[in-house]
C-alpha cells in the first residue's frame, strides 16, 4: 500500500505540474497484456487527476477480451471516451 500511495502521489504531482506548464492536449496511452484489479484501481486514480481536462484523450490497446472489458470497466467510471484499439 505505501508503495502504490508513493506512486500514485509521484503520478499526481508530475501530472498537475505539466498541466500548469502546459495548456495542450493530453493523450493517455494503455498498452496492457495482463491486469489485475490493484492495477485497475491505479489506473482510474491516475485518470481522476486529469479527468477535468477538455482536451483529453485515452487510447486502450488490447490483445484479448479481459484486457478490453478491464478498459470497458475502467471507461465506465468516466464521462470522457476512451478510444479501443485491437493490437
Do not use: C, P
Not at 12 to 22: F, G, P, Q
Not at 58 to 84: H, P, R, V
Amino acid at each position: 500500500l505505501e508503495y502504490y500511495n508513493s506512486v500514485i502521489q509521484a503520478v499526481h504531482d508530475w501530472l498537475n505540474e505539466y498541466i500548469v506548464y502546459y495548456n495542450s492536449e493530453i493523450e493517455v496511452v494503455w498498452k496492457l497484456k495482463v491486469i489485475s484489479d490493484s492495477a485497475k484501481k491505479m489506473i482510474i486514480d491516475i485518470l481522476k487527476i486529469i479527468e477535468h481536462k477538455s482536451n483529453l484523450r485515452i487510447k486502450w490497446y488490447y490483445d484479448n477480451n479481459e484486457i478490453l472489458e478491464a478498459g470497458k470497466y475502467i471507461s465506465s467510471t468516466f464521462s470522457f471516451d476512451f478510444e479501443f484499439v485491437k493490437n
